[in-house]
């Protein structure tokens, strides 16, 4: 390869890295704690301690949605719960937007699905940032910029691949230690991640591509023929003759037999989708996930007055248009495994979060005055701009469990105060980099996220102790999980303090990170 071209690479993946860098440490982040979304939903609400309307029949939801909502009959669905801590609840067409209602909440439904799950919050920083739409558009194009610097960062390192692949070559060159774990986690994940970018985007984005091509190329057709080929229940009239309709618990029992016929070893129902509830013709559709196969989100849909399945796309059975849609969702978030696979992904998620913050140092270090102590404008800024925003997310998400937990034994609703302390102390650390010395800053940071997941951690551990040691069912074993987990990062980020304080005191004097 020609130096010029060669060149022209590293530009590309410096550039495209240091732009969409942030976004993606916040997105890999809480990507990988968004890996064990329903481990951390049952640590906010594990079996011990039960929400409200968690255990209110699905009949009783359905009849007094219909008793309250009569207009709501012809088309509503029913989000069920994770497990037996968490309540079902409804949503349906209010005429002039979407409504939301549990059980106690149906004479007063919210217009906003009901907030407060911990789980929910972290899968938002990861698909949008926290942002609603805008959000989920600008992380599209960082997916964009993402694959952009992928390819370039092949392409600078294929020459010498073979020979860098597994060189850590420790010693006083710190950036060269550096530079080899990047290149070595960039290389030995790519296949994650080349997923992980494609994926992205089109989650993203596919939104603003239907729309493009539907007034491009299409001729304002392609939504009504997108609708027709996404479409997996029968679209049968209502008979206009009223009849009873089967439980829901029936239909989820007849729904899961048929979908084990598609070869599947599970099917765990998630979403119910009602259509002219009453009526003779009546059809429920029944979503739910799938392990061991990339179509992960399958359907079957019935007769919700006598059972008979109408038609079936869950594994074997999925169409071409089904198993490519559910494909992605799987592959992202890796859905289709077991513990095995989510492990992994949470190890990629963290390993991609490294990624960006050794991208920014590495950069660092390269435009760094190796004979002055005084450091460009542009490398301090850098720095401190890489402390605030990566460290200053690491703590923001561990506020956000604290502000549960704290809620949780205060009986008060926790969407508010996640909010608060995870962006409160976002900002904080941005504003704390910007004003303390550069080493200074990022050892208490680190320091401060340390102690803090490690309070969360163990508060929950001492107050649970009881309850888990008595009971080891799967969703206690969840709860553990995550306390347990959350002291190890906590030794982790120690880690990296003692790491940043050595390299403060004893590292090169000519440093941005070196104490003054």
Not at 164 to 178: E, I, M, Q, S, V
Request: charged content about 15%; hydrophobic content about 50%.
């Amino acid at each position: 390869m020609k130096a010029a071209t060669l060149r022209t690479f590293q530009a590309v993946h410096t550039w495209t890295g240091l732009l969409a860098g942030f976004a993606l440490f916040v997105a890999f982040y809480a990507g990988a704690l968004t890996v064990f979304h329903d481990a951390i939903a049952a640590w906010q609400n594990p079996p011990w301690r039960s929400v409200a309307d968690a255990n209110v029949p699905l009949t009783a939801l359905i009849d007094r949605l219909v008793a309250q909502h009569p207009q709501a009959k012809d088309d509503f669905g029913i989000v069920l719960p994770t497990d037996a801590s968490h309540a079902a609840y409804a949503y349906w067409d209010g005429g002039d937007g979407a409504r939301f209602a549990t059980y106690s909440g149906m004479a007063a439904p919210s217009d906003e699905e009901p907030a407060g799950q911990l789980a929910d919050f972290i899968y938002a920083l990861h698909d949008s940032l926290g942002l609603p739409v805008l959000g989920l558009y600008l992380m599209g194009i960082v997916s964009l910029l993402y694959g952009l610097a992928l390819i370039s960062g092949v392409l600078i390192h294929l020459p010498r691949l073979a020979s860098d692949l597994f060189a850590l070559r420790a010693g006083p060159n710190l950036k060269r230690l550096w530079q080899d774990a990047h290149n070595a986690i960039g290389v030995l994940s790519l296949p994650f991640h080349i997923i992980f970018a494609v994926t992205g985007a089109l989650l993203c984005l596919f939104t603003l591509t239907l729309a493009a091509l539907n007034t491009i190329a299409f001729d304002g057709k392609l939504y009504q023929a997108y609708a027709q080929v996404i479409n997996t229940a029968p679209v049968i009239a209502p008979s206009k003759l009223p009849a009873a309709m089967l439980p829901p618990d029936v239909l989820v029992e007849r729904a899961r037999q048929a979908a084990q016929a598609g070869k599947v070893t599970r099917f765990e129902p998630d979403y119910l989708h009602y259509l002219h509830y009453g009526d003779r013709n009546a059809v429920i559709e029944v979503r739910g996930l799938s392990q061991h196969t990339l179509g992960t989100y399958g359907t079957v849909a019935l007769s919700a007055a006598d059972g008979r399945v109408l038609s079936t796309h869950v594994g074997t059975t999925h169409s071409i248009n089904g198993i490519s849609n559910s494909a992605i969702y799987g592959l992202h978030f890796g859905s289709f495994g077991g513990a095995i696979v989510r492990w992994l992904y949470f190890m990629l998620g963290l390993g991609g979060a490294f990624l960006f913050y050794s991208g920014n140092l590495l950069w660092i270090e390269s435009r760094r005055k190796r004979r002055h102590v005084d450091q460009p404008r542009r490398t301090r800024v850098m720095a401190r701009a890489t402390i605030g925003v990566c460290i200053g997310t690491c703590l923001g998400i561990s506020g956000a469990f604290a502000a549960t937990w704290i809620s949780i034994q205060l009986g008060i609703d926790a969407a508010l105060p996640q909010r608060v302390a995870c962006y409160g102390l976002f900002a904080a650390s941005c504003g704390y980099a910007s004003v303390r010395p550069i080493p200074r800053s990022a050892v208490e940071l680190l320091l401060a996220t340390a102690l803090l997941t490690a309070a969360v951690a163990l508060a929950d551990l001492i107050a649970n102790a009881g309850m888990l040691a008595r009971d080891l069912a799967p969703q206690s074993q969840s709860v553990l999980g995550v306390d347990v987990t959350g002291l190890a990062m906590s030794l982790v980020f120690a880690a990296l303090a003692r790491a940043t304080m050595r390299r403060a005191r004893h590292g090169d004097p000519h440093s941005v990170w070196a104490l003054a």
